[in-house]
């Protein structure tokens, strides 16, 4: 944040996402992050691709693999939890119907808070 408050999109001059309390309460779950972070790669990801993708990631980061249940429960998680309230906020358009899910333009700031919040996690599955 800058002396004057936050900073302003330069393309916009509106206040950069990155300075939204909702945003922060948001990515203050690490799966969250993680969905935000293999968004950012690709333009548009399906909820069953992203729970695998997500489950992979656990595997990978835990060197455990789950139960088969597992991926059922995320694919309900991102359902009715993380993606309603990502695209509440404006970072994904989440169409529940189709079951399609792409990240919305984000300013820089955004875009450097999220990859922040996953680096110390290592890599992410592709």
């Known amino acids: 944040m800058s002396e004057n408050g936050p900073q302003s999109d330069e ?3 509106e206040p950069a ?3 939204d309390d909702e945003l922060y309460r948001a990515l203050a779950s690490r799966e969250r ?3 935000l972070s293999l968004l950012l790669d690709e333009e548009e990801r399906t909820v069953e691709e ?3 993708l997500l489950l992979g990631w656990d595997v990978t980061a835990s060197g455990t693999v789950g139960d088969p249940d597992d991926r ?3 694919i309900l998680r991102l359902r009715h939890s993380h ?3 990502l695209d509440e906020i404006g970072v ?3 169409d529940p119907d189709s079951g399609t899910v792409r990240a919305e333009p984000l300013d820089t700031a955004t875009v450097e ?8 996690e290592g890599e992410p599955p592709r």
Do not use: H, K, N
């Open 113 to 120: 808070l999220i990859e922040r919040g996953v680096d110390t």
């Open 11 to 13: 393309a916009s001059g």
């Open 72 to 74: 059922w429960r995320t």
């Open 50 to 52: 992203l729970a695998t």
């Open 17 to 19: 996402l990155a300075f």
């Open 83 to 85: 993606l309603p309230i």
């Open 33 to 35: 992050r993680r969905l």
């Open 92 to 94: 994904v358009s989440y």
